[in-house]
């Protein structure tokens, strides 16, 4: 049993701004096999770790907490609010690339950053961490996916085991445009019609590995714009969470997706339908960037997608991708 021993949390689960001491709690999940015990700032004479959800359909702020010196205790609250609101905020962080992928592997593996469209890796030394920016130096850019519109996804759908989660650290952050924006696909997949659920059950969907959210060509793959034939993965059209065995859409991202077994019109006519759900705005959250925010995302139950900006500023985001363990599965 894990003890919290100075610690505030405003979630649904807890509906209390303090707890007495040693009194177990349920962070609001038995499944997860743990509890811890909270007390209030004037018990300790220390502010603790505090778990504030959004108010929108996902994500929570966590604050009080210096990611470079996390303890374990904790580390279980944080992973325990990151399965409650499937995406958490932490702002004020003063990360290295070593502290950030430090963090990053309390999770689990890394997976190696992916080549960008420049045919630049990664950040050297570094090969966890991959670069979205739209800075460019020596002629060359540092980062990918530039300044423009990067559309619905879910990270790197196209292989056979997509990482589980995201992290994305904000070295520079533009003024004005950037925001990123994230969506609940449990709640796409609850508000489907019980006729458009036993439609899809049993389906799957391919995720194509030609281009990236930004529209850009991946690196080494020849252009083709038949979903039939593009090159791609499938997974299921609906899986199941492996550890809060939820149901979630998952769609990774529309352009070149098809539906095995289906014509192409059937496969597009739903896809269209799908899409429609799970993109409405009461599904989704919205983050403006500013430098030292970090947010964690989990890629088996959210998709993202990023508003364009002024080119001429800046925008550097360091990122590091967890590794998943199994495929995704129905």
Known sequence: MLWRTAGVCYCRGCRAAWLPIRTPVRYNGAHRGFFFDATSPRE???EGITVVPTGGALGAEIRNVDLRTIDD???AVVFGAWHDHLLLLFREQELSDEELIDFSRRFGELD?????ESGRRFVEGHPEIYVVSNVVENGMPIGSLGAGEATWHTDMSYLEVPPKASMLYALEAPRFGGDTYFNNMYGAYESLPEELKRRIEGLSLKHDGTYNS???LRQGVTPVDDPMISPGVYHPLVCTHPETRR???YLGRRRNAY???LSLAESESLLEK???YATRAGLAWGHKWRAGDLVLW???CTMHRRDSFDAASRRIMHRTQIRDEVAPRA
């Open 298 to 300: 989990d890629n088996r």
């Open 247 to 249: 149901r979630a859409l």
């Open 259 to 261: 539906i095995g077994g």
């Open 214 to 216: 930004g529209g850009y």
């Open 112 to 116: 190696w950053a992916p080549i960008q």
């Open 44 to 46: 300790t004479g220390k």
């Open 73 to 75: 205790v904790d580390f």
């Open 274 to 276: 799908l899409w429609s």
